[in-house]
């Protein structure tokens, strides 16, 4: 595999959810630069599957098994990162996403969601459930930064690359907890900005749109493969009238990973998402 862009060769990335789709698509646009990816992801399988794909094509990537909710295992895959590639440059905390326990049936309130045993009000959430999901999205950005940025001070061009969602700035209905985690990652990530300016850090984050992908299949479209009113309802007000691909997010990670384009840049958050938050509906 050619490099394309010699100042990320050699660079050092731990992409936490390195085995999903969106973050697995990163870490192959990130191993056609010459970047070599660590990838981090609970279900160490899926995480392998994504190396033997870099690896494959040229590229160098490394699967780690890791819980980014637990201190240790996410200590743990540091000490194996160190191990095999040495200090973290670039940090991408790309795990998170929803569960049916942080999310409501209906997208505003109704007496009859709540007389319906087999439907989930605002008030048939737990605090279990909604914890999981924040915790999922924004503990699970806490932990990989406080443990990896502590190798990342003081070292030219290192930057951490959060991933947040439109739903942080226009909380999105069904699905309040996700909403909320996702608005703590752009506080948490303007916060980061500031704290480690001094330290030669960057912190910027990414506000995919909406992106097919598994997680989200089953709400966007139907089991005939027809699309869901929320579907229809999306595209309604995406001016570029399509959802996005997982190559749609590259040029963006490429830009914020490279200090040499990038390299006064810090505590931005950067849309992807086809025009959605630009247009009012009218």
């Known amino acids: 595999m ?20 969106l973050c697995g698509a990163m870490a192959k646009e990130l191993a056609r630069h010459g970047v070599k990816s660590a990838l981090l992801n609970r279900s160490y399988d899926k995480a392998k599957a994504v190396e033997e794909e870099i690896t494959s094509a040229g590229g160098t990537a490394a699967a780690i098994a890791c819980d980014v909710l637990d201190e240790n295992s996410v200590k743990n895959a540091r000490q194996t990162v160190m191990d095999v590639f040495g200090k973290c440059d670039i940090l991408i905390n790309c795990a998170g996403g929803n569960h049916p326990d942080g999310t409501t049936t209906g997208e505003i309130f109704s007496m009859e969601d709540m007389e319906n045993p087999d439907a989930t009000s605002f008030f048939d959430l737990t605090v279990e459930g909604y914890k999981a999901v ?132 810090t505590g931005a958050i950067i849309p992807v998402d086809g025009g959605f938050m630009s247009y009012s509906g009218v």
């Not at 909403?179 to 960057?202: D, M, P, Y």
């Not at 699309?227 to 995406?238: F, L």
Request: with cysteine; hydrophobic share 40%; glycine share 8%.
């Open 2 to 21: 050619i490099a394309i862009n010699e100042n990320l060769r050699n660079k050092i990335a731990v992409i936490t959810g390195g085995g999903g789709i």
């Open 134 to 265: 924040f915790d999922l999205n924004f503990i699970g950005t806490f932990i990989p930064t406080q443990v990896f940025a502590r190798d990342m001070i003081g070292r030219k061009g290192s930057c951490i690359i959060n991933i947040s969602s439109m739903s942080a700035s226009r909380p999105m209905t069904r699905v309040p907890a996700y909403s909320t985690a996702k608005a703590a990652i752009n506080n948490f990530t303007q916060w980061l900005a500031v704290h480690f300016a001094e330290a030669g850090i960057r912190v910027n984050a990414i506000e995919p749109g909406f992106y097919l992908t598994q997680q989200n299949r089953n709400l966007l479209f139907n089991s005939d493969g027809s699309p869901t009113k929320r579907s229809e309802k999306i595209i309604a007000h995406t001016p570029m009238r399509r959802f996005g691909s997982p190559d749609d997010l590259l040029g963006t990670v490429i830009w914020l990973a490279d200090s040499n384009m990038s390299g006064f840049i």
